[in-house]
């Protein structure tokens, strides 16, 4: 399993590496480049889903190495304090040194719930999107590590179909259909 993982690893940094110098996707042109970015993109955007996947496989079982206080202090460190500093740092920097002064208009408390909206939203940098659903799932590992293993597979199974049916099945059939949809009704069960 363990080869396996690291494969996957490697696979989905190099596909992060090429989504990130394919940078050129985002702005829609009729030149042929953009055709070949967006077959990039296509094929590459498996690298956080899968990032994501090994993250829950290799957490999944961590009561057999150590307690769930240890486990939260380790997502602590290696993922909370990294993004609320190097979102400070980016912030810092768009305020002094790009001179982004719109951060802090309208006064001392309407920046500090802006600032604190830009952080929970991760919309300092742009980049950092990952991080809000990476502490979602660090937050759900440790309620799915008490499914005793022998029924984890079933019920992840159950978890999956019912994910697939209620975000994806239902609003591409309603949208099929013409069928008025409200999305915002979707069971977001694992996503």
Known sequence: MKKYITVLSVLSCIAVVYLHINDCFWNFSYENYWISANIIESIFYFAVPVFFMISGCTLIDYRNKYSTKIYFKKRIN??????IIWSMLALLYMIFIQSNTSMLDGGVVASVRHILGLFFNAQILNIYWFFLPLFSIYLCIPALSLIPENVRQKIFRYLLIATFIFNISI??????LKIAYN???NLEILM
Do not use: G, Y
């Open 78 to 83: 290696k993922t909370l304090i990294p993004f």
């Open 171 to 176: 609003p591409f059939l309603f949208r099929l």
């Open 183 to 185: 999305e915002e009704n």
